[in-house]
């Protein structure tokens, strides 16, 4: 085994909000073998496990070992009439897994195409979008511990899935590295949600299934959200922030129209999209840190921001958010 460690190596091309930072020792692992050689060699040094690099803003130089997870592969595990259980790598990105489901007619994530980031890192943050949630087709995953390189499998119920978190975020938070991640998926007929407003209504009028659904996510997501090719970004930076139905009742005294859905009970999820759009901070830029005009949950560098330039802005976000609504917003996106 050819461990390729580098030293001083540019984080550029490995996170989705472009941000240009050096790690001081860098390796990528493609096996369980490869990793455990590479946890074994590093007890001192701290750790960075990347995947895709679409959920963090990194705003300094690292001083450790960033380890990039870059093992490959899909494959149906089991399957009968119905079902179909399919085993992911945690560095295939998430994207080619959903075509590839579409493909082969399998449904469940087809109301999550075009999310950035690689499969290891979806379940750490539940991901979800149009009315979907990872857990919902999550049946395990493969993770290694950091302290002793062993491998531990978690089912769903041991991972603790809520509104963009999970174990892997709390108690286990740097504990476990994921490696791979099974999946229940269905055969036709599928059961398709297309209870997001927007959702259905793109499908006004056209065939319903899983590849129609992609089709109109794509269409949506490319509407609204930034292509970190193009624009630095990490999706939505805040989570929507969950209120009481007190606090929720006050606040709709002085604005009907705030947007909500329901959460638990006496609870209240409110659009931060919607908190930072009142402030007026749709489409505000401050030199090449800005708010997206179109997703106000959306933060991009347009081009030379630093981490550092991105971290005032959503604080300053998130202090003017305070003041003016007395709401915590709580980032989304992992900040180094
Ligand atoms: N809104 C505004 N201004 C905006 C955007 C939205 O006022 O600039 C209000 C509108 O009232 C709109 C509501 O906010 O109806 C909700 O907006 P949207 O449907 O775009 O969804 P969101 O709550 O802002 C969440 C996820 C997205 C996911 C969409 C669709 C979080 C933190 N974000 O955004 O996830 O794509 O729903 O399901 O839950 C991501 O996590 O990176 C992400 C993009």
New binding site residues.
Partial sequence: MVLNFQKDTSLLPYNTFGIDVESKHFVGVKSIDELQAVLNQNKQEKLLVLGGGSNLLLTKDFEGLTLRIQNRGIEIVEQDDRKARVKVAAGENWHDFVLWCLENDLGGVENLAL?PGNVGAAPIQN?????VELREVFESCEAISIDTGKVKIFKKDECDFG??NSIFKNTLKGKYIIFSVQFNLNKPPHALNIS?K?LSENLEGKILNIQSIAQAVIEI?SS??PDPKKIGN???F???PVITLIKFNDLKQQYPDI?HYPDQVDKIKI????L???LGY?GYRNHEAGVHP?????LVNYGNATGADIKKLAQQIRNKVKEKFAINLEF?VNII
Wanted: glycine share 12%; hydrophobic share 35%; charged share 20%.
């Fill in positions: 999310i991901i979800g979008a149009y009315g509104y963009r997001y927007g997501r609204k959200l990490c999706g939505s805040f989570k929507n947007p659009p931060a999209a919607w930072i759009d009142t749709k179109n997703q106000a949950l959306v989304e």
